[in-house]
């Protein structure tokens, strides 16, 4: 339901500011952390695929960080759909600003500041409608996303997808930048597409190339997206 791929075909990639300063005490105390990945992978990938193995020769090490907190990564996921990143960044450090005096960003902040306190951060009203339901679901009990980390990444996402506005992208995106799986390539990015293109000159991406280069990439498949995407910028 809802969450397209972005048009810029990145993803929503802030590095959460956590709620600090004075008269500020956070409810989550969970900090991102870099992706966990190293030499094995790249190693891997570049053993599989020379072309890849080239691009990670010249790029180096690319590094991203995972936000622990599924509910702030969810969130941030949802609002940087269909925005660049340096909009993201805007619109996520007022919510983070309005947030700081209730306590931080939870689903407590969130259901006390409302829609319209979430949209007059920048976001669309449908896009603060998005974070309100997931907020009422957790707060509810009927979705539990601590659950999720034990869970395979196609539950995962069949999990996330019942959610309004969280579509398969968005899930693909909480795989990677909540969870820290390694093994996640989203058909439905245009970065990743413009990326393989762009990497190994097609014309058009298929389904049959595509999904080619996701068994060549797997089981590192998230590491050959932060290729792809670097790819993409040219």
Known sequence: MG???KASGRPASVEPVLETGPGSVPKSTLEPYP???GARELEWLSSRDPIMGERIARVGHIRRMVDPDPFRALSLQVVGQQISNAALATVWSR??????GL???STDSVLALGQDGLA???MSGRKASYVMGIATAVESGSCDLA?????????VISRLTTLRGVGTWTAEMFLIFSLGRLDVLAMDDLG???GMRRLY???EVTPAIFERHRRRYSPYGTVASLYLWEAAQG
Do not use: E, K, M, Q
Request: charge should be neutral; include cysteine.
């Open 3 to 5: 969450g397209r791929a």
């Open 35 to 37: 992706l966990d990945y």
């Open 95 to 100: 919510v983070v600003a309005r947030t700081a």
């Open 103 to 105: 306590g931080g960003f």
């Open 120 to 122: 007059s951060c920048g």
């Open 147 to 155: 659950d999720l980390r034990d869970l395979p990444d196609a539950d």
């Open 192 to 194: 990743i597409r413009n």
């Open 201 to 203: 000159h097609h014309r």
